[in-house]
């Protein structure tokens, strides 16, 4: 027996099996090797991006609200967001000795924030659990770049856009305001919102494990921007109007006031102020009443502003002529337990006059003298009773009653503006009707490059004739505060009652004027409203008509408008 070879051979076998088994081993990883790099490639990938590769939205610059001018009424501007990810903050190994830990990123963080560390700490405490949490927001780049120099763990920045209004308060009302998340709240801002916000984009980055941005992977979706919208608001008539309804309120102590200027011809509107109004780029301090657009939520009785009016229905029926005369005496009129005066018994007079002293008791008779609806119907064809319809959140139709048989009181005080309600858009259109030859076009607030299609409401003829009529005003009447140097203007004044929780309060007034100019071929038509003057003065002629003067005159001047008013006739009609 060879000793030798029985000894050498259990040791060969043993190389031979641990050799195989390494091979197999080998064969084996490098097989799984391949699966994975080769066969499962995309699996991998994909698991590998979902713990590495991150995707967030480009945020898309939001459209620009411009006036009739292209000047600027609320813009986007370019701001940073810093970001943190609490999660991976608190994974951070805690060493005290080497000054690395949470707690010491949390204080870093606090110093070049400016804010306190416990607070900090809390909060990011409370979101340990969440990888991402605002930490400060639309802030400049300067801070911004402080804050990320101090290279906290898990701390990041975005590009965000921040809202700014430049005419401040005197749009306010008109271009609203966005949230801090870029959405609409108010006016323009919200009932355009979708048009104006645009498409964001998406964008892919890798981070680490400690949520470091390490480089990004690209553009996936390119943002796409918001459509800009052009109003036909003209800035310069805006702050005029908002000036001198500002002041006039201050000097009246009133409660709050609106006013509008609507372009007689297109229907556009120039300029719709209110008070009290805010500051869309603090609002801090904002209360909830700063926020009404009165001139399209407020809802007043128009009073003798719709005398004219009724003198158009008249007109209309063929029962009377700019000739014909009314006997008002004894200057009263009695349904029952209701009694309608006048200031004074003014006897026979005709329309002119009728306007001029604002009679009650002839707006009256001439009313009953009618079909019972026919002043009804006038009121309905200018729009009242019916939104404006230029897309505001909130706007007011108005009220116009409708009754199958009306009592006499109720046609009568219909015919002077009591029993109805309207905005003071509402009341503007209608005189802009008025005074565009009873050819009503839609009202809007956009601006427009022709005139839009319209409705004949009342005869050319008869809006001339009562234009005229009203021009008697100004020049003779109540509405002498409305008259401008060089300019012929047409109007009619409102003292109206407001209405409490008991009925009309006696001694709280709504001081109203609505008129157009120039009246020779008028071009726009205005309506200051102003509730609750408290001063000695509380008239229209004396409250709301200075105002009209104030504002008109500016606006013809500012738009080149011809005087149509000679020289000496207007001396003598500030003399009259």
Same mark, same amino acid.
């Given at each position: 027996?060879?000793?030798?070879?029985?000894?050498?051979?259990?040791?060969?076998?043993?190389?031979?099996?641990?050799?195989?088994?390494?091979?197999?081993?080998?064969?084996?990883?490098?097989?799984?090797?391949?699966?994975?790099?080769?066969?499962?490639?995309?699996?991998?990938?994909?698991?590998?991006?979902?713990?590495?590769?991150?995707?967030?939205?480009?945020?898309?610059?939001?459209?620009?609200?411009?006036?009739?001018?292209?000047?600027?009424?609320?813009?986007?501007?370019?701001?940073?967001?810093?970001?943190?990810?609490?999660?991976?903050?608190?994974?951070?190994?805690?060493?005290?000795?080497?000054?690395?830990?949470?707690?010491?990123?949390?204080?870093?963080?606090?110093?070049?924030?400016?804010?306190?560390?416990?607070?900090?700490?809390?909060?990011?405490?409370?979101?340990?659990?969440?990888?991402?949490?605002?930490?400060?927001?639309?802030?400049?780049?300067?801070?911004?770049?402080?804050?990320?120099?101090?290279?906290?763990?898990?701390?990041?920045?975005?590009?965000?856009?921040?809202?700014?209004?430049?005419?401040?308060?005197?749009?306010?009302?008109?271009?609203?305001?966005?949230?801090?998340?870029?959405?609409?709240?108010?006016?323009?801002?919200?009932?355009?919102?979708?048009?104006?916000?645009?498409?964001?984009?998406?964008?892919?980055?890798?981070?680490?494990?400690?949520?470091?941005?390490?480089?990004?992977?690209?553009?996936?979706?390119?943002?796409?921007?918001? #459509?800009?919208?052009?109003?036909?608001?003209?800035?310069?008539?805006?702050?005029?109007?908002?000036?001198?309804?500002?002041?006039?309120?201050?000097?009246?102590?009133?409660?709050?006031?609106?006013?509008?200027?609507?372009?007689?011809?297109?229907?556009?509107?120039?300029?719709?102020?209110?008070?009290?109004?805010?500051?869309?780029?603090?609002?801090?301090?904002?209360?909830?009443?700063?926020?009404?657009?009165?001139?399209?939520?407020?809802?007043?009785?128009?009073?003798?502003?719709?005398?004219?009016?009724?003198?158009?229905?008249?007109?209309?029926?063929?029962?009377?002529?700019?000739?014909?005369?009314?006997?008002?005496?004894?200057?009263?009129?009695?349904?029952?337990?209701?009694?309608?005066?006048?200031?004074?018994?003014?006897?026979?007079?005709?329309?002119?006059?009728?306007?001029?002293?604002?009679?009650?008791?002839?707006?009256?008779?001439?009313?009953?003298?009618?079909?019972?609806?026919?002043?009804?119907?006038?009121?309905?064809?200018?729009?009242?009773?019916?939104?404006?319809?230029?897309?505001?959140?909130? #706007?007011?139709?108005?009220?116009?009653?409708?009754?199958?048989?009306?009592?006499?009181?109720?046609?009568?005080?219909?015919?002077?503006?009591?029993?109805?309600?309207?905005?003071?858009?509402?009341?503007?259109?209608?005189?802009?009707?008025?005074?565009?030859?009873?050819?009503?076009?839609?009202?809007?607030?956009?601006?427009?490059?022709?005139?839009?299609?319209?409705?004949?409401?009342?005869?050319?003829?008869?809006?001339?004739?009562?234009?005229?009529?009203? #021009?008697?005003?100004?020049?003779?009447?109540?509405?002498?505060?409305?008259?401008?140097?060089?300019?012929?203007?047409?109007?009619?004044?409102?003292?109206?009652?407001?209405?409490?929780?008991?009925?009309?309060?006696?001694?709280?007034?709504?001081?109203?004027?609505?008129?157009?100019?120039?009246?020779?071929?008028?071009?726009?038509?205005?309506?200051?409203?102003?509730?609750?003057?408290?001063?000695?003065?509380?008239?229209?002629?004396?409250?709301?008509?200075?105002?009209?003067?104030?504002?008109?005159?500016?606006?013809?001047?500012?738009?080149?408008?011809?005087?149509?008013?000679?020289?000496?006739?207007?001396?003598?009609?500030?003399?009259?």
């Amino acid at each position: 027996m060879n000793i030798e070879n029985s000894v050498q051979t259990p040791g060969k076998w043993r190389f031979i099996f641990v050799y195989g088994f390494a091979l197999l081993l080998f064969l084996v990883a490098g097989g799984r090797l391949f699966y994975l790099t080769v066969v499962d490639k995309d699996f991998l990938q994909n698991q590998g991006e979902i713990r590495a590769v991150r995707t967030e939205a480009i945020p898309a610059t939001r459209g620009m609200i411009l006036d009739r001018r292209g000047e600027p009424l609320a813009v986007s501007t370019p701001t940073w967001t810093i970001i943190a990810n609490p999660k991976a903050l608190w994974k951070l190994p805690r060493d005290p000795s080497q000054n690395v830990g949470p707690e010491e990123e949390i204080k870093r963080l606090a110093e070049v924030m400016g804010v306190g560390r416990a607070w900090l700490q809390e909060r990011f405490e409370a979101n340990k659990s969440r990888s991402f949490m605002y930490l400060k927001r639309q802030i400049p780049p300067h801070e911004a770049d402080a804050i990320m120099a101090a290279n906290v763990v898990g701390v990041s920045k975005t590009k965000e856009y921040k809202r700014f209004y430049p005419a401040g308060e005197v749009a306010a009302h008109v271009v609203g305001f966005t949230n801090i998340d870029d959405k609409g709240q108010e006016g323009i801002e919200l009932a355009y919102d979708q048009a104006l916000e645009g498409q964001p984009g998406r964008r892919s980055y890798v981070k680490d494990l400690t949520g470091n941005i390490i480089r990004g992977v690209g553009v996936e979706e390119a943002e796409h921007p918001g #459509e800009n919208i052009e109003l036909s608001i003209d800035l310069r008539l805006q702050y005029l109007a908002y000036r001198e309804l500002k002041a006039a309120v201050t000097e009246h102590r009133a409660t709050s006031a609106s006013a509008v200027i609507l372009d007689v011809k297109t229907g556009e509107i120039l300029a719709m102020v209110n008070q009290p109004s805010y500051n869309p780029n603090d609002r801090s301090k904002l209360e909830y009443e700063e926020l009404r657009n009165r001139a399209v939520i407020d809802l007043f009785e128009p009073g003798s502003t719709m005398k004219p009016f009724t003198i158009s229905a008249a007109l209309m029926s063929g029962q009377y002529t700019t000739e014909t005369t009314i006997n008002t005496s004894p200057g009263f009129m009695r349904f029952g337990r209701f009694t309608i005066r006048d200031a004074a018994n003014y006897g026979v007079i005709d329309f002119e006059k009728l306007l001029i002293k604002s009679s009650n008791v002839g707006a009256s008779k001439i009313a009953l003298s009618l079909p019972q609806d026919a002043i009804w119907n006038m009121d309905y064809e200018l729009g009242i009773g019916s939104p404006v319809g230029i897309g505001f959140p909130g #706007e007011a139709s108005g009220v116009l009653p409708s009754h199958p048989k009306w009592h006499p009181s109720e046609i009568a005080t219909l015919s002077y503006g009591y029993g109805l309600s309207v905005s003071t858009l509402q009341l503007a259109q209608a005189y802009m009707t008025l005074a565009n030859g009873g050819y009503r076009v839609p009202v809007t607030i956009f601006k427009q490059d022709a005139p839009a299609d319209g409705k004949q409401v009342i005869p050319n003829k008869v809006a001339q004739d009562v234009v005229k009529m009203m #021009e008697a005003v100004v020049q003779r009447g109540s509405g002498k505060a409305a008259q401008i140097p060089g300019y012929r203007v047409a109007g009619k004044t409102g003292t109206v009652h407001k209405v409490g929780s008991k009925g009309y309060e006696y001694d709280q007034y709504i001081a109203l004027f609505a008129g157009v100019a120039p009246a020779s071929d008028p071009r726009l038509a205005m309506v200051v409203m102003i509730n609750d003057p408290k001063g000695r003065e509380y008239y229209g002629g004396e409250v709301a008509a200075p105002v009209f003067s104030r504002v008109m005159e500016g606006a013809l001047t500012t738009l080149n408008i011809y005087p149509d008013l000679p020289e000496g006739a207007q001396r003598s009609a500030f003399a009259a």
